[in-house]
């Protein structure tokens, strides 16, 4: 059986949250969050995150999921969204995908092997290997244990050879055996992408707006409390757009001044690769948001592609 999976993107300050919000009230479904920031608990002003009155009216789901002192991965997220559709569908409740995190919208798309947790000895057994043997004869080590993986890799691709031999050691199964496995699973899901556009003149000016706002609303006191936190903040959290720059703010003594103009520059940097990315994605329905539209005429647009495939 097929389940459509609808999932709803764009780039940064490009409305998706708002949009999003807006058909999910009105088809009576949920939100399922595909964006990395909005993990966070606490990281409320830098992330733009729905309100609170947004999610008492919809149901959204993988928001404030962990504190910013630990970190959540691509294949775990993967894991618990195909838990959670499971979960939606049994309720026979409708729901949106909403977010613009692409590494993590191409996990659900495209189905993230799934493996056994890092396994830190064996990794830094075979990284010392490399070191002393070079990379192909690592390779040679997953040629051995797994050739269809082996030969699928690059032997400079050091990273994702030991994650393979990684995988052997700890299952006894090969990393390419356990992919075909979890690509079949995939199949009985359907997507239907819609990405919202903008001109890169309109983005970029709503991106400067909402850096402003973050700003004028309290970014730099959030993160000083999120760094006075004695758990601290995670690798993945302190690299977060607008918080890392701000870090640097705090403890590099760069000027205010510059630390605006540096998250807005990262930021328009991140939303153009961004849309390369949503332009690799397959079969994806562009919708171009107007400068200074409202935006009631493209939610109306998007409930009705919706609807007329119920």
């Not at 195909?82 to 729901?95: A, P, T, V």
Request: charged share 30%; proline share 4%.
């Amino acid at each position: 059986m097929h389940h459509t999976l609808w999932v709803l993107t764009g780039p940064t300050a490009s409305d998706k949250t708002e949009i999003g919000f807006n058909v999910a009230r009105e088809i009576n479904g949920e939100i399922i969050s595909a964006d990395s920031m909005l993990f966070y608990r606490g990281m409320d002003i830098g992330t733009a995150k729905p309100s609170v009155s947004m999610r008492e009216t919809v149901p959204h789901h993988f928001i404030d999921i962990i504190y910013p002192w630990e970190s959540y991965s691509v294949g775990k997220y993967v894991k618990d969204v195909e838990y959670l559709i499971g979960d939606i569908s049994r309720r026979k409740q409708k729901f949106l995908i909403i977010g613009g995190s692409p590494l993590y919208i191409k996990g659900i798309v495209d189905g993230i092997f799934n493996g056994p947790e890092a396994d830190w000895n064996i990794r830094s057994e075979l990284e010392r290997i490399a070191e002393e043997k070079g990379n192909l004869h690592v390779h040679e080590i997953l040629q051995r244990i797994d050739p269809a993986k082996a030969d699928e890799l690059h032997p400079n691709n050091l990273r994702r050879i030991i994650r393979a031999i990684e995988v052997y050691r700890k299952t006894g199964k090969q990393a390419s055996a356990l992919q075909k496995q979890y690509k079949l699973a995939r199949e009985s899901y359907k997507f239907k992408i819609i990405c919202i556009s903008r001109e890169r003149e309109d983005i970029y000016r709503r991106i400067g707006e909402r850096v402003e706002i973050m700003f004028g609303n309290g970014l730099v006191d959030e993160v000083r409390s999120l760094l006075d936190n004695p758990e601290g903040l995670s690798k993945q959290a302190r690299q977060a757009l607008g918080y890392k720059e701000v870090i640097q703010y705090l403890e590099d003594g760069l000027t205010l001044d510059d630390t605006k103009e540096m998250v807005k520059l990262n930021t328009r940097r991140f939303a153009k690769r961004q849309m390369t990315w949503f332009r690799s994605f397959p079969d994806v329905q562009w919708l171009e948001a107007r400068e200074h539209e409202d935006l009631k005429p493209i939610s109306e647009k998007i409930i009705s592609i919706f609807k007329s495939s119920l």
